[in-house]
């Protein structure tokens, strides 16, 4: 549902979500892996942005610190739209965000990788 060009949920919709991703959380190690592993799918040279997987000989699904990495993007994503729905905002502390911009930026990451993320997500919902 479209409300001023911002997306509503319906209260269903948003008890789904919730619900969802305490089901998810669970999981979230091996789920978040498998987003990584759907976004190098979808865009290969993005193994490119991490060191430790850039001329690594061991397979990304198989390296040890993709995992731990993977997991905490994941959760963190989806306890920001959690805290989003409940409170209307993220109470992610700036100085994270300002960290994680900083990090990013210095890896080399462009707008076209966050799209490409998103199509991972999309993709992953969808299997």
């Not at 997306?7 to 892996?33: P, R």
């Not at 300002?98 to 080399?108: E, I, M, P, V």
Request: aromatic share 8%.
């Amino acid at each position: 549902m479209e409300s001023e060009g911002k997306i509503v949920f319906t209260e269903e919709q948003e008890a789904l979500v919730v619900k969802s991703w305490s089901v998810m959380k669970k999981n979230s190690a091996d789920l978040g892996l498998k987003l990584f592993i759907k976004i190098f799918e979808i865009a290969p040279t993005a193994k490119k942005l991490f060191s430790f997987l850039r001329d690594s000989p061991i397979p990304a699904e198989q390296n040890p610190k993709l995992k731990p990495h993977a997991m905490s993007v994941f959760v963190m994503c989806c306890e920001s739209a959690a805290q989003l729905r409940k409170t209307g905002k993220v109470t992610v502390k700036e100085t994270t965000l300002k960290r994680l911009g900083a990090n990013h930026s210095k890896y080399g990451v462009v707008d076209e990788h966050f799209e490409v993320r998103h199509m991972a997500h999309i993709s992953f919902v969808l299997c």
